[in-house]
């Protein structure tokens, strides 16, 4: 049996005042990347340019590194992290996380003040301002110095409270389970 769908009036909807939004998508569950990956696949829909930093990911491949190549020249993503900072048997010092880090946040401001993109996303940043790889300041400046319209994303666990605050939409994503603790190891194209 073959189901006939009726074709749908599909509307765009456009703001009466465009507004770049400040989204922080923390917590301790799975997906915080992934909702910002998600928005970048939504943006690319609408043609706009994304800039994505990953303040700590880089010693273990992921997916989503090939899978924006497939986007296009609109959508570019820079890891600059050396992996987890003291976890994972992660082999870098303190100092070299910070060192990255810091570079980091020289590379997202420039980014920023380009005005060359619709989204720029700050993956993992709340971490790296935890573990106090980059500083409070640093971040809350990155978050004044946007562009009116550009909306800016900011991922990780323990987001700041004054990041918090500053931000138009905060979500928390909260583990209820997680197949790490049935001792499953992670999975390509779900986990990483």
Excluded at 147 to 152: G, I, Q, R, S, V
Excluded at 161 to 169: C, G, Q, R
């Amino acid at each position: 049996m073959t189901i006939q769908l009726t074709p749908v009036k599909v509307n765009k909807l456009v703001p009466k005042k465009p507004h770049g939004l400040v989204v922080v998508i923390t917590g301790n569950g799975k997906g915080k990347t992934t909702s910002a990956m998600g928005m970048v696949l939504r943006a690319s829909g609408y043609g706009m340019k994304v800039c994505i930093i990953q303040f700590m990911k880089g010693d273990i491949y992921s997916g989503e590194w090939d899978g924006v190549k497939l986007l296009g020249e609109r959508v570019e993503l820079h890891t600059t992290g050396m992996g987890f900072c003291g976890i994972q048997g992660n082999p870098y010092s303190r100092e070299e996380h910070r060192a990255a880090a810091q570079a980091a946040i020289d590379l997202a401001m420039g980014k920023i003040e380009s005005g060359n993109y619709d989204i720029v996303i700050l993956d993992e940043i709340n971490n790296a301002l935890k573990l106090k790889l980059v500083d409070l300041d640093q971040v809350l400046g990155l978050v004044r110095s946007k562009p009116e319209l550009m909306h800016m994303v900011l991922t990780g666990r323990d987001a700041h409270p004054d990041l918090v605050e500053m931000a138009d939409t905060v979500s928390e994503v909260c583990e209820i389970k997680h197949a790490y603790r049935k001792d499953i190891e992670p999975q390509p194209g779900i986990d990483y």
